[in-house]
Protein backbone atom coordinates (compact mmCIF):
# COMPACT_ATOMS: atom_id res chain seq x y z
CA UNK A 1 0.00 0.00 0.00
CA UNK A 2 3.04 2.36 0.54
CA UNK A 3 3.97 1.71 -2.85
CA UNK A 4 0.36 2.82 -4.15
CA UNK A 5 1.00 5.68 -1.73
CA UNK A 6 4.51 6.71 -3.36
CA UNK A 7 3.74 6.32 -7.10
CA UNK A 8 0.51 8.27 -6.38
CA UNK A 9 2.90 10.96 -4.86
CA UNK A 10 5.03 10.78 -7.23
CA UNK A 11 2.66 10.86 -10.79
CA UNK A 12 0.95 14.26 -8.71
CA UNK A 13 4.42 16.05 -8.33
CA UNK A 14 5.13 14.97 -12.05
CA UNK A 15 1.75 16.53 -13.42
CA UNK A 16 1.99 19.73 -11.17
CA UNK A 17 5.71 20.17 -12.21
CA UNK A 18 4.55 19.82 -16.33
CA UNK A 19 2.16 22.75 -15.67
CA UNK A 20 4.49 24.54 -13.69
CA UNK A 21 6.74 24.48 -16.62
CA UNK A 22 4.30 24.83 -18.95
CA UNK A 23 2.89 27.76 -18.00
CA UNK A 24 6.78 29.01 -17.33
CA UNK A 25 7.57 28.76 -20.84
CA UNK A 26 4.49 30.24 -22.50
CA UNK A 27 4.01 33.65 -23.47
CA UNK A 28 2.23 35.79 -24.98
CA UNK A 29 1.76 36.79 -28.94
CA UNK A 30 0.34 40.15 -28.86
CA UNK A 31 -1.40 42.59 -27.22
CA UNK A 32 -4.53 44.95 -27.53
CA UNK A 33 -5.67 48.31 -26.45
CA UNK A 34 -8.95 50.38 -27.73
CA UNK A 35 -11.53 52.84 -27.14
CA UNK A 36 -14.84 52.73 -28.50
CA UNK A 37 -16.45 56.38 -29.58
CA UNK A 38 -19.98 56.80 -30.90
CA UNK A 39 -20.37 59.03 -33.65
CA UNK A 40 -21.29 62.87 -32.91
CA UNK A 41 -24.45 64.30 -34.02
CA UNK A 42 -24.58 68.06 -34.52
CA UNK A 43 -27.15 70.84 -35.88
CA UNK A 44 -29.13 73.43 -36.21
CA UNK A 45 -32.51 73.48 -35.44
CA UNK A 46 -35.20 74.64 -37.77
CA UNK A 47 -37.86 76.55 -35.24
CA UNK A 48 -41.57 76.68 -36.33
CA UNK A 49 -44.21 79.19 -34.30
CA UNK A 50 -47.85 78.11 -35.13
CA UNK A 51 -48.50 81.17 -32.66
CA UNK A 52 -52.15 80.89 -31.03
CA UNK A 53 -54.11 77.72 -32.51
CA UNK A 54 -57.85 77.13 -32.65
CA UNK A 55 -59.78 74.04 -33.26
CA UNK A 56 -60.21 72.92 -36.96
CA UNK A 57 -56.97 75.09 -37.69
CA UNK A 58 -54.63 73.94 -40.54
CA UNK A 59 -51.57 75.37 -41.93
CA UNK A 60 -48.23 74.43 -43.59
CA UNK A 61 -44.64 75.73 -43.04
CA UNK A 62 -41.58 75.27 -44.16
CA UNK A 63 -37.89 75.60 -42.49
CA UNK A 64 -34.25 74.37 -43.13
CA UNK A 65 -32.15 72.81 -40.42
CA UNK A 66 -28.45 71.75 -40.82
CA UNK A 67 -26.86 68.15 -39.62
CA UNK A 68 -23.71 67.74 -39.55
CA UNK A 69 -22.22 63.63 -38.66
CA UNK A 70 -19.07 62.96 -37.94
CA UNK A 71 -19.22 59.39 -38.54
CA UNK A 72 -20.54 56.71 -41.69
CA UNK A 73 -23.70 54.84 -40.88
CA UNK A 74 -27.26 54.26 -39.81
CA UNK A 75 -29.00 57.42 -38.82
CA UNK A 76 -32.71 57.62 -37.34
CA UNK A 77 -35.40 60.72 -37.50
CA UNK A 78 -37.79 60.12 -34.95
CA UNK A 79 -41.24 62.07 -34.54
CA UNK A 80 -41.74 63.00 -30.90
CA UNK A 81 -45.57 62.26 -30.78
CA UNK A 82 -46.14 63.11 -27.11
CA UNK A 83 -46.41 66.57 -27.42
CA UNK A 84 -48.25 66.57 -30.80
CA UNK A 85 -50.96 64.13 -29.82
CA UNK A 86 -53.36 66.04 -27.68
CA UNK A 87 -53.54 68.97 -30.02
CA UNK A 88 -53.61 68.01 -33.29
CA UNK A 89 -56.09 65.20 -35.67
CA UNK A 90 -52.91 65.57 -38.54
CA UNK A 91 -49.53 66.38 -38.19
CA UNK A 92 -46.93 65.24 -40.99
CA UNK A 93 -43.48 66.31 -41.60
CA UNK A 94 -42.03 65.59 -44.78
CA UNK A 95 -38.46 65.59 -45.09
CA UNK A 96 -35.81 66.22 -47.64
CA UNK A 97 -31.89 64.96 -46.77
CA UNK A 98 -29.09 63.69 -48.79
CA UNK A 99 -31.76 62.58 -52.00
CA UNK A 100 -34.13 60.82 -49.83
CA UNK A 101 -37.46 62.32 -49.01
CA UNK A 102 -39.70 60.61 -46.77
CA UNK A 103 -42.94 61.78 -44.43
CA UNK A 104 -43.38 61.13 -40.65
CA UNK A 105 -46.94 61.16 -39.11
CA UNK A 106 -48.41 61.70 -35.70
CA UNK A 107 -50.51 58.03 -36.63
CA UNK A 108 -48.59 56.98 -38.87
CA UNK A 109 -44.93 56.29 -39.35
CA UNK A 110 -43.07 58.20 -36.70
CA UNK A 111 -39.29 57.25 -37.61
CA UNK A 112 -37.30 57.06 -40.77
CA UNK A 113 -33.79 55.53 -40.53
CA UNK A 114 -31.54 55.96 -43.34
CA UNK A 115 -27.60 55.97 -44.18
CA UNK A 116 -25.48 58.95 -44.27
CA UNK A 117 -21.92 59.50 -44.97
CA UNK A 118 -19.89 61.68 -42.76
CA UNK A 119 -20.37 65.58 -43.56
CA UNK A 120 -22.72 67.93 -42.99
CA UNK A 121 -26.26 68.12 -45.03
CA UNK A 122 -29.00 70.85 -45.18
CA UNK A 123 -32.57 69.20 -43.90
CA UNK A 124 -35.42 70.81 -45.39
CA UNK A 125 -38.72 70.18 -42.96
CA UNK A 126 -42.37 70.92 -44.28
CA UNK A 127 -44.79 70.66 -41.37
CA UNK A 128 -49.07 69.91 -42.53
CA UNK A 129 -51.29 70.20 -39.62
CA UNK A 130 -55.00 70.39 -38.61
CA UNK A 131 -55.82 71.29 -35.09
CA UNK A 132 -58.11 68.78 -33.54
CA UNK A 133 -61.72 69.76 -33.07
CA UNK A 134 -60.96 69.81 -28.89
CA UNK A 135 -57.56 70.84 -28.68
CA UNK A 136 -56.01 70.31 -25.07
CA UNK A 137 -55.16 73.70 -23.58
CA UNK A 138 -51.06 73.96 -23.26
CA UNK A 139 -48.61 76.38 -24.26
CA UNK A 140 -45.23 74.62 -25.69
CA UNK A 141 -42.47 77.12 -26.11
CA UNK A 142 -39.12 75.61 -28.25
CA UNK A 143 -39.62 72.00 -27.41
CA UNK A 144 -38.15 69.14 -30.12
CA UNK A 145 -40.53 67.70 -32.29
CA UNK A 146 -38.01 65.92 -34.61
CA UNK A 147 -34.88 64.23 -33.14
CA UNK A 148 -31.93 62.24 -34.71
CA UNK A 149 -29.72 59.43 -33.44
CA UNK A 150 -26.75 56.93 -34.40
CA UNK A 151 -28.13 53.72 -35.37
CA UNK A 152 -32.23 53.28 -35.41
CA UNK A 153 -35.11 50.60 -35.20
CA UNK A 154 -35.44 48.50 -37.71
CA UNK A 155 -32.39 49.20 -39.74
CA UNK A 156 -32.39 46.04 -41.24
CA UNK A 157 -35.96 46.38 -43.25
CA UNK A 158 -35.43 50.28 -43.65
CA UNK A 159 -31.84 50.03 -45.63
CA UNK A 160 -33.22 46.88 -47.99
CA UNK A 161 -35.87 49.55 -48.78
CA UNK A 162 -33.36 52.08 -49.36
CA UNK A 163 -31.54 50.04 -51.15
CA UNK A 164 -34.46 48.56 -53.32
CA UNK A 165 -35.45 52.37 -53.85
CA UNK A 166 -31.61 52.94 -55.02
CA UNK A 167 -31.35 50.25 -57.46
CA UNK A 168 -34.74 51.35 -58.91
CA UNK A 169 -33.44 54.70 -59.67
CA UNK A 170 -30.16 53.26 -60.82
CA UNK A 171 -31.91 51.58 -63.35
CA UNK A 172 -34.29 54.07 -64.41
CA UNK A 173 -33.42 53.85 -68.18
CA UNK A 174 -34.48 50.10 -68.03
CA UNK A 175 -38.07 48.85 -68.43
CA UNK A 176 -39.22 47.72 -64.94
CA UNK A 177 -42.97 47.74 -64.71
CA UNK A 178 -42.93 44.84 -62.55
CA UNK A 179 -40.72 46.45 -59.93
CA UNK A 180 -42.98 50.00 -60.41
CA UNK A 181 -46.28 48.29 -59.48
CA UNK A 182 -44.42 46.39 -56.51
CA UNK A 183 -43.33 49.91 -54.88
CA UNK A 184 -46.95 51.47 -55.52
CA UNK A 185 -49.09 50.99 -51.99
Known amino acids: ?13 ILIGGVVIGQEISGSLGTISYNVT ?8 A ?8 AGQKGTLTENATLTVSANGTYTIKLKEDILED ?4 FNV ?22 LNKGTYTV ?5 YLV ?3 PEAK ?9 VKYGGEQQEVQTQATEHGKKNHEDNGKDHHEDDNEQDD
Open 1 to 13: MNKLLLLGLLLGT
Open 38 to 45: SPTIQTTL
Open 47 to 54: SFNLANLS
Open 87 to 90: VFSQ
Open 94 to 115: TIRIANNTFTLSLHGTDHYTLY
Open 124 to 128: NIKIS
Open 132 to 134: SQN
Open 139 to 147: SVSNVPFLI
